[in-house]
């Protein structure tokens, strides 16, 4: 039997990677735009970062983790998601002495153990952004305000922001016991899940998908509504900053996030018309971890999108991104002539060392075919030597555009071509 790729995994294959890299570079762009750095991190890291870092009631820490022993016997963690990773990073280089904010971003695999299905990989892509030391509700809108840029340059239609409050260590217990006892009276009703996570972390009850759990959440008090005023001040002035810079968002009480760092603002952006994983970014504020993880506090906040999902929500509104994958020359050479394809190899080293994309024979193919190919690939000319014009050191060029040809010196075929 043929192997094959893990389930849940993809290959990318070119043009497809083209892609990858145009909004890549379009990130990378916006990124330095907004003052922020590249950070890059390892794959795997030690389990504990993710157990105490993303929290051990989350789906993520009891039932996705790529877990495994090394020869060391050190139990390492494919990264489930880079949150821990950076915030680990930012602590053990010491990054609290450097002039805050700090500002990072990162694009790279994360790996989580989820039944695959359209738009959800057991390995995927993310790019997401940390800005630490910054208290600031403005600094929250920037983070927001960055995704949201991103998706508007690349002409996706239709997103919908979504932002709600998580209250913090203050204001959460008293909001937990209110929704506890919200919900208490129809505990036999809810699904197995939600029921184990009623006294673990009954918030994530409020964004189960099961309809009969919806159902009973119907009415229940809104985190938002009993905020205390710390952070109900946050809250209002990261409205009021999106309102400023005409960024439209809607509140949602239900949005609570599947990992546990989250404190004051969550959000996140959902698509249309791609199916049942509509979030394409997500993301909020993370006051508590860095002290989780052993720091002194340090506020953060950021956000990943997932970079599959761009392409799924491209291709739903039938929009795509366009590669240019012309050649600028194509070589074609006598099959079988003396010394001729070591002369093209001479020239094609020597376009390609001035910048223009070229190409030659690779297959022994015959004129004929050389010249359809040279089609195929779109060549915009084609040089064609001989073993006759060799002899005098020159070769025809074709402008494929009009069909004309000229007799050149082979020497001078670099600089007649740099100057079109
Ligand atoms: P997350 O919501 O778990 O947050 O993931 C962010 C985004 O990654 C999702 O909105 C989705 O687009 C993409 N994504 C997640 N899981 C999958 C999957 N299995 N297949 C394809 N795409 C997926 C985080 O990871 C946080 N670390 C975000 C963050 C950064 N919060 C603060 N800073």
Redesign the pocket.
């Known amino acids: 039997m043929s192997i094959t790729r893990p389930r849940g995994t993809n290959d990318f294959l070119p043009p497809e990677t083209s892609k990858w890299q145009i909004v890549e570079a379009m990130l990378r762009q916006i990124c330095y735009e907004f003052g922020y750095g590249e950070i890059r991190t390892p794959i795997f890291e030690d389990t504990e970062l993710f157990a105490r870092g993303v929290g051990s009631t989350t789906d993520i820490v009891q039932k996705e983790m790529y877990t495994f022993a090394d020869q060391g016997d050190r139990s390492l963690t494919l990264r489930p ?3 821990a990773g950076v915030v680990r990073a930012y602590i053990e280089n010491k990054l609290a002495a450097q002039t805050q904010p700090v500002k990072m971003f990162y694009i790279g695999p ?1 790996f ?1 153990y ?1 039944r695959p299905q359209a ?4 390995q ?1 892509h ?1 790019f ?1 952004i ?1 800005l630490f030391g910054s208290s600031s509700p403005f600094a929250d809108a920037e983070v927001i305000g960055l995704a949201w840029e991103f998706y508007n340059r690349l002409g996706i239609r239709g997103l919908e922001l979504h932002i709600n409050s998580v209250g913090c260590p203050n204001c959460r217990p008293g909001y937990r016991t209110a929704l506890q006892n919200f919900i208490k009276p129809r505990y036999d009703e809810l699904c197995d899940s939600c029921k184990t996570r009623f006294d673990k972390n009954p918030l994530r009850i409020l964004d189960c998908k099961s309809p009969v759990c919806r159902e009973i959440c119907e009415g229940a008090p809104a985190m938002a509504e009993n905020l205390c005023q710390d952070c109900a001040e946050h809250f209002a002035a990261v409205q009021k900053a999106l309102d400023a810079a005409g960024i439209p968002y809607q509140i949602d009480h239900n949005l609570v ?3 546990d760092y989250y404190t004051k603002t969550a959000f ?1 952006i959902l698509a249309s018309g791609i199916g049942a ?1 509509s ?6 504020r ?1 006051d508590g971890l860095a002290e989780e993880l052993g720091a002194v506090p340090t506020p953060g ?6 970079m ?2 761009i392409f799924t929500v491209l291709a739903a509104q039938g929009e795509d991104i366009e590669v240019s994958d012309y050649i600028d020359v194509y070589i074609a050479t006598t099959p079988g002539g003396s010394g001729v394809t070591e002369a093209a190899f001479a020239l094609n080293m020597d376009l390609r060392r001035a910048g223009i994309r070229s190409e030659q024979d690779l297959i022994g193919r015959s004129m004929k075919a050389q010249f359809k190919y040279a089609d195929k690939v779109g060549a915009r000319y084609v040089i064609i030597i001989g073993e006759e014009e060799l002899a005098n050191g020159q070769a025809q060029l074709r402008d494929m555009q009009d069909s004309s040809q000229s007799l050149l010196s082979i020497n001078e075929i670099r600089k007649y071509l740099l100057e079109r």
Do not use: D, I, K, S
Not at 279 to 284: E, K, N, P, S, T
């Open positions: 998601e880079n949150t994360m989580r989820e738009g959800r990989f057991r995927f993310q997401g940390e996030r599947g990992l996140e994983q979030a394409v970014c997500g993301g909020g993370y906040v950021g956000f990943a999108l997932g599959e999902r």
